[in-house]
C-alpha cells in the first residue's frame, strides 16, 4: 500500500464544474504539498499545508491533520486547469529521507 | 518556480551511454533534492544535497547512479551505462535552509529532464 493514495485517478468533468481531488496519507507529515504538472511540463508547486485552508484564485486546500487527509477544490473549472494534480507528504525525517513521498497523480481533463 | 534550471531539458542516449543532468537551484537555495518520474509512475525521490554534501541517497540506485553538488556550479546527477528503464523525466527541486518555521519547507521544482535511451 502507497503511503500517499489519491483518488481519484482519472477525472474528466465539463467546464464550470466544482472539482474535488482526495488524498490520504499513512504516516506522521511535518508538510503536505499540492503539485499542477502539464503534459510535457515542469511542476509547479500550488499549495503548501500543515494545518487548516488555504484559497488561491479557483483553487482551495484543505488539511485534516487527526484524519491523515487533504483535499483540493477547483471552483469553476476551466480547460486550461486540465493537468496532473499530484499530492506529496514531507514525512517527520527522523533520520530518514528528508524528500517529499508522492502519489501518483489524479489526471484532470476539463472538457469546454 | 522559474529560478531552478535544469538542463538540458532533453536528452537521448544509446545503451551503454553516460547521461548528466544538472540543476542550478533558487538563488539563495542550498538543498537540492532529485526525483524520477518513470512512465505511467508518480514521483520517487532519489536523493537529497546539500553543497558538497549527500545528505540522503536512499532513493538512488546503487548501481551506475550518482549525484553531487560541488562548492561552485550546478548539481549533477549522473548515470553510467544507462539503460531502456532508465528512460524517465528527472526533476531536480530546490529549498532554502530547513527551519522551524513553515517556509522552511518551501520546495521549488524545475521543469524537468527527460531522459530517453535507445
Known amino acids: 500500500k502507497n503511503e500517499v493514495e489519491q483518488s481519484p485517478q482519472n477525472l474528466t468533468a465539463q467546464e464550470g464544474e466544482f472539482i474535488t481531488i482526495n488524498c490520504s496519507y499513512s504516516?506522521?507529515?511535518?508538510?503536505l504539498h499540492w503539485l499542477q504538472q502539464h503534459p510535457g511540463g515542469g511542476i509547479v508547486s500550488l499549495f503548501m499545508l500543515s494545518s487548516g485552508k488555504k484559497k488561491h484564485g479557483r483553487l482551495i486546500a484543505t488539511i485534516n491533520i487527526q484524519e491523515k487527509h487533504s483535499s483540493l477544490h477547483i471552483t469553476a473549472s476551466h480547460p486550461r486547469d486540465s493537468a496532473v494534480y499530484i499530492c506529496?507528504?514531507?514525512?517527520?525525517?527522523?533520520?530518514?529521507?528528508?524528500?517529499?513521498?508522492f502519489g501518483k497523480g489524479t489526471h484532470l481533463i476539463i472538457q469546454p | 518556480n522559474a529560478g531552478v534550471m535544469q538542463n538540458p531539458r532533453h536528452l537521448v542516449r544509446r545503451r551503454g551511454q553516460e547521461a548528466r543532468l544538472r540543476c542550478s537551484p533558487m538563488?539563495?537555495?542550498?538543498?537540492v533534492y532529485w526525483y524520477r518520474q518513470l512512465p505511467e509512475e508518480g514521483l520517487k525521490f532519489m536523493v537529497y544535497l546539500q553543497k558538497e554534501n549527500i545528505i540522503d541517497e536512499s532513493g538512488m540506485p546503487k548501481e551506475r547512479f550518482s549525484a553531487e553538488f560541488p562548492k561552485e556550479g550546478p548539481s549533477i546527477l549522473r548515470i553510467q551505462q544507462v539503460v531502456r528503464g532508465d528512460s524517465a523525466a528527472y526533476f531536480c527541486?530546490?529549498?532554502?535552509?530547513?527551519?522551524?518555521?513553515?517556509?522552511?519547507?518551501?520546495?521549488?521544482f524545475g521543469e524537468g529532464s527527460w531522459l530517453t535511451v535507445v
Open positions: 504516516v506522521g507529515i511535518s508538510a
Open positions: 538563488k539563495g537555495h542550498s538543498h
Open positions: 527541486a530546490s529549498s532554502p535552509v530547513p527551519g522551524q518555521g513553515i517556509d522552511g519547507n518551501t520546495i521549488y
Open positions: 506529496a507528504v514531507r514525512p517527520y525525517s527522523g533520520g530518514g529521507a528528508d524528500g517529499l513521498t
